[in-house]
């Protein structure tokens, strides 16, 4: 999926489904790379069947489970479920996750709402990997291809 798509398709759906404060260019930025990060917008299941899904790689136990119970984020992620038809269940979310990707959107956006501090700039590539860091837990670590994907994210957006 390219990332205009992705974005037509699914980011920005959430973000106008989201109460307006979670939409900003700057959250625009952060999914887009996160997402290009953990799947290339490729993968809504982890290769090799691993436990993560969705474009955004949550797993059961982490983020979804996170996202559900973290007092910032659990009544956004149960009323993002009810709209789209989802038992508020982590089952039932993460197999979701896999193949509705407003609702993954919506679920990676609330997984930086918990994060304290405002998002970093659109230029802050550096700011953005550590929330990255921070946000999802990565298993296994790429940073030296972290500045081309946020360089990607930007350009989509017509940013610098």
Same mark, same amino acid.
């Given at each position: 999926?390219?990332?205009?798509?992705?974005?037509?398709?699914?980011?920005?759906?959430?973000?106008?489904?989201?109460?307006?404060?979670?939409? /900003?260019? @700057?959250?625009?930025?952060?999914?887009?790379?996160?997402?290009?990060?953990? /799947?290339?917008?490729?993968?809504?299941?982890?290769?090799?069947?691993?436990?993560?899904?969705?474009?955004?790689? =949550?797993?059961?136990?982490?983020?979804?489970?996170?996202?559900?119970?973290?007092?910032?984020?659990?009544?956004?992620?149960?009323?993002?479920?009810?709209?789209?038809?989802?038992? =508020? %269940?982590?089952?039932?979310?993460?197999?979701?996750?896999?193949?509705? %990707?407003?609702?993954?959107?919506?679920?990676?956006?609330?997984?930086?709402?918990?994060?304290?501090?405002? #998002?970093?700039?659109?230029?802050?590539?550096?700011?953005?990997?550590?929330?990255?860091?921070?946000?999802?837990?990565?298993?296994?670590?790429?940073? @030296? #291809?972290?500045?081309?994907?946020?360089?990607?994210?930007?350009?989509?957006?017509? #940013?610098?």
């Amino acid at each position: 999926m390219t990332l205009d798509q992705i974005l037509r398709t699914a980011v920005e759906p959430a973000l106008a489904w989201l109460p307006p404060k979670m939409s /900003s260019i @700057e959250a625009k930025v952060e999914l887009l790379t996160i997402g290009l990060h953990e /799947s290339l917008f490729e993968h809504r299941r982890q290769m090799g069947n691993g436990p993560a899904r969705g474009f955004w790689q =949550f797993e059961r136990g982490g983020s979804v489970k996170g996202v559900m119970t973290h007092p910032a984020t659990r009544d956004h992620a149960r009323a993002a479920c009810a709209a789209h038809g989802v038992p =508020f %269940d982590g089952m039932a979310v993460w197999n979701a996750l896999e193949h509705n %990707d407003v609702l993954a959107a919506i679920f990676a956006r609330l997984n930086l709402w918990w994060a304290p501090g405002p #998002l970093p700039g659109v230029t802050e590539t550096d700011k953005a990997y550590a929330l990255y860091l921070f946000t999802w837990r990565p298993g296994k670590v790429h940073p @030296e #291809l972290w500045p081309a994907r946020h360089r990607a994210a930007r350009a989509a957006l017509q #940013l610098p």
